[in-house]
């Protein structure tokens, strides 16, 4: 009788560790699946502009950088890439009015994603464009240059 006893409070035991390690393991995927959101930064245009801002190196490997950069034509997106077989040069323009539609509807996003080298940056229509979490190791830090860049190219004269 006493055997019984033990071997359903074991059996019991044994269901109940299970029900929590799953209830651990669903909780660990519901917080996985959870998508980052980053709220836009929300910019006082009475703030003083810099003009002279610095083009941004976005990524960097041993075979490519990528650089955002302030024109004339507007803010430049260009590819370094120094494989053989890979083309360089740029990639795509922002101009005056997208800069400052971009910075009217805050459509600029940076997430740290789930890789350890690097993170994803949308501006615009331009979305998911690799950066160095080296260069960047806080996503608000490029952000912010972002919007500095977008800022220098909406007063452009």
Request: with cysteine.
């Amino acid at each position: 009788m006493w055997q019984l006893l033990i071997e359903i409070v074991d059996l019991l035991s044994k269901v109940a560790q299970t029900a929590i390690a799953g209830f651990g393991a669903w909780l660990a995927w519901q917080a996985f699946l959870k998508e980052d959101n980053q709220e836009s930064e929300v910019v006082d245009e009475n703030t003083p502009v810099n003009p002279d801002v610095e083009d941004i190196k976005l990524f960097e490997t041993a075979n490519q950088t990528t650089w955002l950069k302030k024109t004339s034509n507007g803010i430049e997106c260009h590819l370094d890439d120094r494989r053989p077989d890979k083309r360089s040069g740029h990639r795509w323009t922002l101009t005056q009015s997208m800069a400052r539609n971009i910075l009217q509807n805050g459509d600029i996003y940076v997430t740290p994603g789930l890789k350890l080298n690097s993170g994803l940056i949308s501006v615009g229509n331009h979305i998911n464009w690799l950066y160095s979490k080296r260069l960047f190791p806080e996503p608000a830090g490029l952000h912010h240059r972002v919007v500095e860049l977008l800022r220098a190219v909406a007063v452009q004269t």
